[in-house]
C-alpha cells in the first residue's frame, strides 16, 4: 500500500524559469509605512464608507464619484471597492490597484462630501457643526 504524498511535495513549478513570465513584471512594493495618525483617518474613513453604503446605499446609490486631475475625468468607484481599499490598507499597508468602474450611471455615484452631508442631516436632523466649522477654516 502507498504513503499518503506529503501534503506540501508539490509538483515542479513550470514556470520556475528564466522565460518567467513574471520576472517582466515590475517588483511587488513593499508596505507604506503608516503613522498612527494615518491608521486613525483610514479607521475613521472605513467607518464613515460603512456608513455612507448603509444610508445611502439604501436609496440606490452605488458609490463615490471623484474628479480626477490627472487625466481631467470623473471616476466611479462602488461600495465594495472603497471598502475593500481602506481595509486592505490596514491589515497589509497597501491596496492593490483597481480601475473604476466602466459604463456606469452617473447619476447613481456621489461625492464624499455630498455623502458626509446627507448622513449628517438623516443622523443628526441637521449639518454636523465641526464640519461647517472646519470647512471654514480650510476656505
Not at 12 to 39: G, Y
Not at 49 to 64: E, V
Amino acid at each position: 500500500m502507498r504513503s499518503p504524498a506529503d501534503p506540501f511535495d508539490l509538483p515542479p513549478d513550470p514556470f520556475n524559469k528564466e522565460d518567467d513570465p513574471s520576472f517582466f513584471l515590475d517588483p511587488v512594493d513593499p508596505p507604506m509605512e503608516l503613522s498612527t495618525e494615518d491608521l486613525v483617518e483610514i479607521q475613521t474613513e472605513l467607518r464613515e464608507l460603512n456608513m455612507f453604503k448603509k444610508i445611502l446605499g439604501s436609496q440606490g446609490i452605488r458609490g463615490l464619484v471623484n474628479y480626477c486631475e490627472d487625466c481631467g475625468e470623473f471616476h466611479y468607484y462602488d461600495w465594495s471597492i472603497l471598502l475593500s481599499h481602506y481595509q486592505q490598507l490596514l491589515v497589509e499597508r497597501q491596496s492593490q490597484p483597481h480601475e473604476p468602474a466602466y459604463g456606469v450611471d452617473p447619476s447613481l455615484y456621489v461625492s464624499w462630501d455630498y455623502c458626509r452631508g446627507y448622513c449628517d442631516r438623516e443622523m443628526f436632523g441637521k449639518p454636523n457643526p465641526f464640519r461647517q466649522e472646519h470647512r471654514h477654516e480650510n476656505s
